[in-house]
């Protein structure tokens, strides 16, 4: 290790070792890169992502109340509804006069479990691809979730609910002279999702903690729920959590992704909302900012990808909806994020990252 990184860890021990966090100073430093030694990274995150308080005293306390507000979620959100397991001597009340899966009533519980399930098949398609080239997300928790994975407790792991959820278990599709066509994705192609190795029981993978965060979160926010490309969100946050060198961290990686997640999502989500697309707070008025902010930057280029009839949307889209993390590796979308978060006008800095971006590839684009 060389004298400089030490200098830098000893700056960022120093800050954070205050019992009041100097928030501009931790910026500056967490600007130019946040170490991985000790932890730093992870909890430099969890303060500019505004899920600790700034005030030291307070953190063991805070984290306590909202990891046990997590367990509640996990007791409430991911139970199939109105089953209670045999062994444990209660009844079954699945099926009653009142409440049968064929209920039209939108306040059924069968019809909100139906409808919760289409959430969740989006989800765990989408995140068993999480970074493919990585075998981190396929390999197994330390830290399995003990209340859903103990048979003694009445919950059933989401893979199971994705594999029991047999309307949804096959393809349907219907071709223009309406022959209806269905068939198996088990068969689909021989590099079906499906063939990932599935872990004994009592072990869950790293992606399966990602599809429990973001099916709560679409539980808990009804209004957005799950959209693709949330799971490239949450990827990079809970790697680098569950990843942290400190194990009594590393252990509550899921409920401090799932806040992280949802307070970066709280400034991010209007970009996911379609309705908004169109307005000053939506993703078509940010690319069309990529475009005047490289105009003020460099507007030979600028004029260039106008006369090529380039437009903000072929590229802008995907770079600032997913902050960029579907154009780097991961190691180094870690980096971008330190400067990211720790921006106070993070989204400005993200506008010139993309400008940055643009400029790069000016031979390319046919600018000297």
């Known amino acids: 290790m060389s004298r400089l990184h030490r200098s830098r860890i000893a700056d960022f021990q120093e800050v954070l070792g205050e019992p009041t966090?100097?928030?501009?100073?931790?910026r500056d430093l967490c600007f130019s890169g946040i170490?991985?030694?000790g932890g730093l990274r992870c909890l430099c995150w969890k303060i500019l992502l505004n899920y600790l308080?700034?005030?030291r005293a307070?953190?063991?306390s805070l984290l306590k109340k909202q990891r046990d507000l997590y367990s509640q979620f996990l007791k409430e959100m991911i139970i199939q509804p109105g089953i209670a397991k045999a062994n444990l001597g209660v009844s079954r009340e699945d099926v009653t006069l009142e409440d049968h899966p064929l209920n039209p009533n939108p306040d059924s519980r069968w019809n909100t479990y139906f409808k919760d399930n289409e959430v969740l098949l989006q989800i765990d398609k989408d995140v068993r691809r999480l970074y493919?080239?990585?075998?981190?997300f396929q390999r197994p928790t330390d830290y399995p979730c003990l209340l859903i994975l103990d048979p003694q407790n009445e919950f059933e792991t989401l893979r199971k609910r994705v594999e029991q959820t047999t309307l949804k278990s096959q393809t349907v599709a219907r071709n223009r002279s309406g022959v209806t066509n269905v068939s198996s994705p088990l068969k689909s192609s021989p590099n079906s999702l499906s063939e990932y190795e599935v872990?004994?029981?009592?072990?869950?993978?790293?992606w399966e903690v990602v599809e429990r965060i973001l099916f709560i979160y679409a539980k808990l926010n009804p209004g957005i729920a799950y959209v693709q490309g949330m799971n490239e969100i949450v990827g990079p946050l809970y790697y680098t959590f569950a990843t942290d060198p400190n194990s009594e961290w590393k252990e509550h990686a899921e409920a401090d992704t799932f806040f992280c997640f949802t307070n970066l999502m709280a400034e991010i989500r209007d970009n996911f909302i379609k309705s908004l697309d169109d307005s000053q707070c939506g993703i078509t008025y940010k690319m069309e900012k990529v475009y005047s902010?490289?105009?003020?930057?460099?507007?030979?280029?600028?004029?260039?990808?106008?006369?090529?009839?380039?437009?903000p949307q072929f590229f802008a889209f995907?770079?600032?909806?997913?902050?960029?993390?579907?154009?780097?590796?991961?190691?180094?979308?870690?980096?971008?994020w330190d400067s990211l978060f720790a921006d106070d006008k993070r989204f400005d800095f993200l506008l010139l990252v993309c400008c940055a971006m643009l400029t790069s590839r000016k031979p390319s684009i046919g600018v000297c």
């Open 53 to 55: 308080p700034l005030e």
């Open 58 to 60: 307070l953190w063991s």
């Open 132 to 136: 493919p080239d990585m075998a981190f």
């Open 199 to 206: 872990l004994p029981n009592g072990c869950e993978a790293h």
């Open 318 to 336: 995907r770079w600032l909806t997913l902050l960029l993390s579907q154009e780097f590796l991961l190691p180094d979308v870690i980096r971008i």
């Open 293 to 311: 902010t490289l105009k003020e930057k460099d507007v030979e280029l600028y004029l260039k990808l106008q006369e090529q009839n380039i437009k």
């Open 35 to 37: 170490p991985f030694d």
């Open 21 to 26: 966090v100097a928030l501009g100073k931790l």
